[in-house]
């Protein structure tokens, strides 16, 4: 199959045909998908492979044949509007009308949108997430800020991009966690071990391997409570209890008095119209992850997005609110 034209632009879509196995860009996507582009279409392939793909996302976001763009440039009028990104993170309006507000090529998108400043624009995805620390593997071997990281950190910030330098550290340098933060003052400082509801690890000779914010923690952890302590469980039962994971979420989880809900979650997402966006089924103290769990009477869903797509398509934010 020859690759897609890069002079003409299609957005991505999931190949669920017999033969499908990711997601393509060749303009062949069904007849149902380009008259709800918003809720199947997208204009980067890491954006369509996490949606639709995930058990195979590696070799999803690959060299699959009729693929050449990998994401498509948008002004970036409600950012810093200095000029064309390609985070796959526009509006949906942007995705109805792809052909007019989505481009190939970066300089394309400057010329038609930011001709008044077209070398600002041009140098504008060198600067895309500067306020974000990513892993410096190409360069320190370290964490950074102020812009710079690669292409595929920018088209995944949730998975490489971090607020802080500390979590930056944390989750990309633990063997030298240290070195890495330095002498930031703000990243380990002992005061954070103090407040309470921070999530640990409970390694103790009695533990059922979960994680407790009782504020028994370890004198290690309280030393440096950038390494090891937690703002949310769900943090900290990923971080050390993968492999004992939906224990460790249910651990001190109780059921709610007068409801049908159990102490079961099943990590799927559902419509939680009192919040207006789609939540995870779980329970936790961070409101942004865990909406808390599910009834029998709610419809769960996969995927955050096909959840949003199917109860929510009204709320374009809702892939960000929750």
């Not at 949606?51 to 999803?60: A, E, P, V």
């Not at 060299?63 to 810093?80: H, K, M, Q, S, V």
């Amino acid at each position: 199959m020859a690759p897609t034209n890069p002079d003409t632009m299609f957005l991505f879509y999931p190949d669920w045909s017999g033969t499908g196995e990711g997601c393509r860009n060749d303009g062949g996507e069904p007849a149902y998908m380009a008259a709800n582009p918003r809720d199947y279409l997208s204009s980067s392939i890491i954006d369509c492979c996490s949606s639709y793909f995930g058990w195979i996302y590696d070799r999803c976001v690959g060299n699959l044949p009729g693929i050449c763009a990998r994401a498509l440039f948008y002004p970036d009028w409600e950012g810093a509007n200095q000029g064309c990104i390609d985070d796959g993170n526009e509006p949906d309006y942007m995705r109805d009308n792809a052909m007019g507000l989505l481009y190939v090529h970066l300089a394309e998108c400057c010329e038609q949108h930011y001709s008044w400043n077209s070398q600002v624009c041009l140098d504008a995805p060198a600067t895309l997430n500067s306020n974000l620390y990513f892993p410096d593997w190409e360069g320190d071997d370290t964490c950074k800020n102020g812009g710079g990281q690669p292409d595929y950190m920018n088209n995944s910030p949730t998975l490489w991009m971090h607020d802080s330098l500390a979590a930056c550290c944390k989750a990309n340098y633990r063997h030298a966690y240290e070195e890495c933060v330095g002498s930031d003052a703000t990243s380990g400082s002992s005061t954070l071990a103090t407040l309470p509801g921070l999530w640990y690890p409970d390694w103790g000779q009695n533990s059922n391997h979960v994680c407790k914010n009782d504020n028994n923690e370890e004198e290690h952890m309280t030393n440096n409570p950038g390494l090891w302590m937690f703002s949310s469980q769900l943090e900290c039962c990923k971080e050390h209890f993968s492999w004992n994971y939906k224990p460790c979420m249910t651990a001190g989880a109780t059921e709610v008095v007068g409801s049908t809900s159990t102490t079961t979650a099943t990590y799927l997402y559902y419509m939680n119209y009192a919040r207006g966006t789609c939540v995870q089924d779980c329970l936790g103290p961070t409101p942004a992850i865990c909406g808390g769990l599910a009834e029998r009477w709610d419809i769960t869903y996969s995927t955050l997005r096909i959840c949003c797509a199917e109860r929510n398509s009204w709320n374009r934010d809702c892939r960000r609110l929750s």
